[in-house]
C-alpha cells in the first residue's frame, strides 16, 4: 500500500463518516414530512365534514332570511294600510265629531247661561 492508497482510503472512510452523519437529518427531514403528510390528511378528513355542514347551515339561514324577508314586507304593507285606514277614519269621522262637539259645547254654554237667570227668579 502507497501512501496514495492510504490517502485514499482516508478519503472514503472520512466520506463514509459525513455520509452517516448527514443521513440522520435526512431521515428525520423524512419522518417530519411522513409526519406532515399524515398531518394534512387527518385535517382534510375533517375539514371536509366541517366544510359541508357549514354550507348546509348558511343555506339554511339564507332560507330563514329570504321568508324573514317576505313577512318584513308583509308588515310594511299592513302598517301602510292601517296608517291609511286611520287617516281615513280620522277625515271621515273626525269632521262631524268636530261639529258635534262644537254643538255640545254650544248646548252647555246656552244652559249654564240659562241657568243663572233661573236661579235669580227663584230667589227674589
Known amino acids: 500500500m502507497s501512501g496514495g492508497d492510504i490517502a485514499g ?6 466520506f463514509a463518516v459525513l455520509v452517516g452523519v448527514l443521513a440522520v437529518p435526512l431521515v428525520k427531514l423524512g419522518r417530519v414530512f411522513d409526519e406532515t403528510t399524515a398531518a394534512i390528511r387527518e385535517l382534510s378528513r375533517n375539514v371536509t365534514p366541517l366544510l359541508e355542514e357549514t354550507t348546509t347551515t348558511i343555506q339554511e339561514t339564507n332560507k330563514q ?4 324577508d317576505t313577512i318584513t ?4 304593507d299592513v302598517t ?9 277614519v280620522a277625515a ?3 269632521g262631524p265629531l268636530v261639529k258635534l262637539a ?3 259645547a254650544g248646548v252647555r254654554a246656552a244652559f ?4 243663572p237667570s ?7
Open 112 to 115: 249654564l247661561a240659562a241657568r
Open 80 to 88: 301602510g294600510n292601517v296608517s291609511a285606514l286611520v287617516a281615513l
Open 92 to 94: 271621515t269621522v273626525g
Open 9 to 14: 482510503l482516508i478519503a472514503a472512510a472520512v
Open 102 to 104: 262644537g254643538f255640545s
Open 118 to 124: 233661573r236661579a235669580r227668579r227663584g230667589r227674589g
Open 65 to 68: 332570511l329570504a321568508r324573514l
Open 73 to 76: 314586507g308583509n308588515v310594511a
